[in-house]
C-alpha cells in the first residue's frame, strides 16, 4: 500500500543538470531504504543509487559516482536524485524504488514508481 510517483525527467544537453524527485505516498510509514535505478532501451535495469532509511548510508553505481547525489526528506516523504554533468550514456528511464521497513539485510525493492524519462543529447 505504497505508491511512488517520479518526476522532474527531461530532455538537456550533455553537460547540464537535472533534479528527479520521488514522492512516497500510502503508507508511508512502512518505507525503509529508497534507491534510484534505470533502464536504457535494450538494456537491462541498472542501480544508480540507494539511500538508508536516516538518510546515513548511501550507495552509488560506479557510473555515476561524483556526478550524481542522492538526498530524501522522510518529513515529505521524498527522495531526489541530482544528476550533474550528464552524458548520452546517462539517458534511461528513471525508476524510484523503495523497500519495506522490515526489509534491512536484503537487495529487493518492494515498490517501484512508474519511472520518468531522462533524455540527454550530444
Known amino acids: 500500500q505504497v505508491q511512488l510517483v517520479e518526476s522532474g525527467g527531461g530532455l538537456v544537453q550533455a553537460g547540464e543538470s537535472l533534479r528527479l524527485s520521488c514522492t512516497a505516498s500510502?503508507?508511508?510509514?512502512?518505507?525503509?531504504?529508497m534507491a534510484w535505478f534505470r533502464q536504457a532501451p535494450g538494456k537491462e535495469r541498472e542501480f544508480v543509487a540507494a539511500i538508508g532509511r536516516s538518510g546515513g548510508t548511501i550507495y552509488y553505481a560506479d557510473s555515476v559516482k561524483g556526478r550524481f547525489i542522492i538526498s530524501r526528506d522522510n518529513a515529505k516523504n521524498t527522495v531526489s536524485l541530482q544528476m550533474n554533468s550528464l552524458e548520452p550514456e546517462d539517458t534511461a528511464v528513471y525508476y524510484c524504488?523503495?523497500?519495506?521497513?522490515?526489509?534491512?539485510?536484503?537487495?529487493?525493492?518492494?515498490?517501484w514508481g512508474q519511472g520518468t524519462q531522462v533524455t540527454v543529447s550530444s
Open positions: 500510502g503508507r508511508t510509514f512502512s518505507i525503509g531504504a
Open positions: 524504488a523503495a523497500k519495506a521497513r522490515e526489509n534491512i539485510a536484503t537487495m529487493k525493492y518492494d515498490y
